[in-house]
Structure formats: C-alpha cells, structure tokens
Nanobody
C-alpha cells in the first residue's frame, strides 16, 4: 500500500503560479509512474499530467501544455506539479496518483492508477 498526500493548493489570481507537491510513503516510490488529475465541481476527474518512474518521460493534457510542469524527486519520495499562468478553468481539486504501469500509453486513464491522494484545492480567480 502506498499513501499519497498532496499539498500546496490555495487561492490565486489568474496569471499566478502555484506549485503542488505529493509526498508518498514507502520505499518503492521509484517503482511507480505518477500522475496528476483534477476534478472541478460537477465534472469528471480528468488527466492533467504524468511522469515516468525515473522522471525521464512526461505527458500532459492539451489544456495545460506549456503552462504546467510535472517533476519528481525520488530521493524525497515526492512528485510536483508546477502550475504557471493559471486560469480560472484550472480551478479544481487536484489529486496525485500512482500506477505500476511502466509505459505512458495509458497514463491518461485514471482506472490505471492504483493509489490516490486525498486531493488539494486550487482556486483561480479572474
């Protein structure tokens, strides 16, 4: 079992930046690819970004490409989501998740993720 805890959410204005962190328990963090998903009120949880176990490969939703950057520090058992140029439509609860799926072809599918954090709220005002 892997425990994931997100942090770093908050209230910001459009155009601002925010950095989310996801701290993972256990000694096998590096064996998991990690993803970020978000869920806005009344909407389905959607894929945001993912990163391979070693950090060498990333994948982004079209809606956040060029604005968001996912990274990880396996020594700290932590994955990050740097969010720049935030827009009101980025407002959502952001979740990190872990998957044992090695390759990124299915990283956008939330069903493929085995563990989930509790989420952190990001609110962007116009």
């Amino acid at each position: 079992q892997v425990q994931l805890v997100e942090s770093g959410g908050g209230l910001v204005q459009a155009g601002d930046s925010l950095r989310l962190s996801c701290a993972a328990s256990g000694r096998t963090f590096s064996s998991y690819a990690m993803g970020w998903f978000r869920q806005a009120p009344g909407k389905e949880r959607e894929f945001v970004a993912a990163i391979s176990r070693g950090g060498g490969n990333t994948l982004y939703a079209d809606s956040v490409k060029g604005r968001f950057t996912i990274s990880r520090d396996n020594a700290k058992n932590t994955v990050y989501l740097q969010m720049n140029s935030l827009k009101p439509e980025d407002t959502a609860v952001y979740y990190c998740a872990a998957t044992q799926l090695r390759y990124g072809s299915s990283w956008t599918d939330l069903v493929e993720y085995d563990y989930w954090g509790q989420g952190t709220q990001v609110t962007v005002s116009s």
